[in-house]
C-alpha cells in the first residue's frame, strides 16, 4: 500500500543531482542538470502511446506515487481497532478540504453499515414524537457549510512533552469538509417542538452499539446543528456516519454523533459517559472541567515537518499549515523560525471560514540554518493560542484533552524535522 519509491528512480537522482549543483540564487526546483535532461529532449513512453480510457476508472483513487497519502495510526495507542483512531495524513496535504478517502476517523465500536432504506431518526420529548426515514431528511430544505471536526484527543498524546514524530500524529484528529445538511432546528420544529431553549438540552445517539451518547445546550441545537447527509458533495462514507451524521460546528468531536438515530428532548443533561469519565480534563488540584465543548484556537505548521522533511535544497522554501477555532474565524497566524522569540504573520490563502480550517503560507528563503519552526494562531475574540507552557500553567499535566499549545518543529541543516520542545 505504502509506494514511497514510487517515483521512479531516475527523477529522483536528478533532482538530487540538480540540489547539488545550483545551491544558489533560486536553488529550489531549478535543477540544471549538466548535460542535455532526457525528460525534456527524447519522446517519453507516456507520449509514445496511450493513456487509460475513461471507462478504467469507474471511481477513482489518487495515482500511485502518491500511495503513501494515507490515514495512520499510532500502534500503542491502537492494540484494538475496533474501539480506535487513525489519523488525517496533514503533512502531506494542502488547501483546506480533506478529502474524505483519508479523513481521520474516531470509533468507539467499529464503522457500521446501515443502508439507507434501514435508516431510521426518532425525535421525543417532543409534541410530535416522530420517526424520521432517509428519504424524510431529503425533503427538508438544506443548506452547505465547511466546518472542521476536531477530536478533543488531538494532540493529548503530547501534554507530557514532545512525543509523536510527525504532524500526522500531534495534530492529525481533524478534518474539514463541506456539509450538505438539515438545521437541527428544522427537524426539532417538524416534531412540534418550538419551546424556549432556557434550560432545555438535546440527547443524541447513534445506531452503532457504542451510541455515542451526548447531550447538547438547546441553544447550540437550534443555533448551527446540522444533520449533514453529504460531504465534500457526495455520500458520507461509511466511517463517517452514513447515511446521516450530526455536525456541531466549532465542538469537540464526539459530540458529532455519526449514524444518528434518536434526539430527544430533555430538561438537563444526561451525564453520558462520554461527558464525564471521559471528554472531561482532570487538573492539578483533581477538580475536573467539564462541558468542555468548544474548541479553542489552534494551528500547526504541516511542512516541513518530521514526515515532510525540506529536500530541495536552500532557496526559496513554502512554510505552510492550517489553523482553525471553534469561536469563529481566524484572523491571524503568525510563524516563528526561533522558537517563538520572534514572530513573522503568514498570509492567509483565503478568507477564514467560520469555524474552518484556513490555510497559511509563509514565503521564506532559507539558507539551510536551523530553525525552531512555530505557528501561534489568533482567532476573532482576541483570542491568543496559548504556548504548552502556558496551558499547563493553568491546565496541569492530567489532562488528555483539549491540548491547543504551539507546537515546535526542529528544522536541522539536513532539512530533516523533528517534534521538540523550547522553553
Ligand atoms: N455513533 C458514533 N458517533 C461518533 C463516534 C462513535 O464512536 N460512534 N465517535 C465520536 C468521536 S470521539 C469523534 S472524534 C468523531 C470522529 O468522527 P470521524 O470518524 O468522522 O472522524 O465522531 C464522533 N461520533
Ligand atoms: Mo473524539
Not at 48 to 57: I, L
Not at 159 to 188: C, D, K
Not at 302 to 327: D, E, K
Request: net charge negative; glycine share 10%; aromatic share 8%.
Amino acid at each position: 500500500m505504502a509506494d514511497t519509491t514510487g517515483r521512479g528512480t531516475s527523477r529522483r537522482a536528478f533532482l538530487k543531482a540538480g540540489v547539488a549543483a545550483g545551491g544558489a540564487a533560486f536553488g529550489a526546483g531549478t535543477a540544471r542538470a549538466a548535460g542535455p535532461d532526457p525528460l525534456i529532449t527524447q519522446v517519453q513512453p507516456w507520449a509514445s502511446g496511450f493513456g487509460d480510457g475513461v471507462d478504467a476508472t469507474p471511481y477513482g483513487l489518487p495515482i500511485r506515487f502518491e500511495g503513501d497519502v494515507i490515514r495512520r495510526n499510532v500502534e500503542w495507542l491502537t492494540a484494538d481497532t475496533i474501539s480506535s483512531i487513525n489519523f488525517t495524513p496533514i503533512h502531506a496535504l494542502d488547501g483546506t478540504i480533506t478529502p474524505a478517502g483519508c479523513a481521520f476517523e474516531r470509533h468507539h465500536s467499529g464503522a457500521i453499515e446501515l443502508a439507507r432504506e434501514d435508516y431510521r431518526l426518532m425525535v421525543n420529548g417532543v409534541e410530535r414524537p416522530t420517526v424520521f426515514t432517509y428519504a424524510d431528511l431529503e425533503r427538508f430544505p438544506r443548506e452547505n457549510h465547511t466546518y472542521f471536526l476536531e477530536c478533543a484527543a488531538n494532540t493529548g498524546m503530547e501534554w507530557a512533552g514532545a512525543q509523536l514524530n510527525g504532524a500526522q500524529f500531534t495534530h492529525g484528529m481533524i478534518h474539514n469538509m463541506e456539509y450538505s445538511g438539515i438545521p437541527l432546528r428544522a427537524v426539532l420544529k417538524e416534531a412540534g417542538w418550538d419551546g424556549d431553549p432556557a434550560g432545555k438540552w438535546v440527547y443524541a445517539e447513534g445506531a452503532d452499539a457504542s451510541s455515542n451518547g451526548r447531550s447538547i445546550p438547546m441553544e447550540k441545537a437550534l443555533d448551527d446543528c446540522l444533520i449533514a447527509i453529504r460531504a465534500n458533495g457526495e455520500a458520507l462514507r461509511k466511517e463517517h456516519g452514513y447515511p446521516a451524521r450530526l455536525v456541531v460546528p466549532g465542538w469537540e468531536g464526539n459530540l458529532w454523533v455519526k449514524w444518528i438515530r434518536r434526539i430527544e428532548v430533555m430538561d438537563g443533561p444526561v451525564e453520558s459517559r462520554e461527558e464525564t469519565s471521559k471528554y472531561t480534563d482532570t487538573l492539578a488540584d483533581g477538580m475536573s472541567r467539564k462541558w468542555t465543548w468548544v474548541m479553542d484556537a489552534k494551528s500547526v505548521v504541516t511542512s516541513p515537518s518530521p514526515q515532510a522533511p525540506v529536500t530541495h535544497g536552500h532557496g526559496p522554501l513554502v512554510i505552510t499549515g492550517m489553523a482553525w477555532s471553534g469561536h469563529g474565524r481566524i484572523t491571524r497566524v503568525d510563524v516563528s523560525k526561533d522558537g517563538g522569540r520572534s514572530w513573522e504573520t503568514a498570509r492567509l490563502a483565503a478568507d477564514p471560514g467560520n469555524k474552518a480550517v484556513v490555510r497559511f503560507y509563509l514565503d521564506t528563503v532559507w539558507a539551510g540554518e536551523e530553525m525552531f519552526l512555530q505557528s501561534r494562531a489568533m482567532d476573532e475574540t482576541g483570542y491568543v493560542q496559548p504556548t504548552k507552557a502556558q496551558l499547563r500553567e493553568v491546565r496541569g499535566l492530567n489532562s488528555v484533552y483539549h491540548n491547543n499549545g504551539i507546537q515546535t518543529w526542529w528544522i536541522k541543516p539536513t532539512g530533516e524535522a523533528e517534534n521538540v520542545e523550547v522553553s
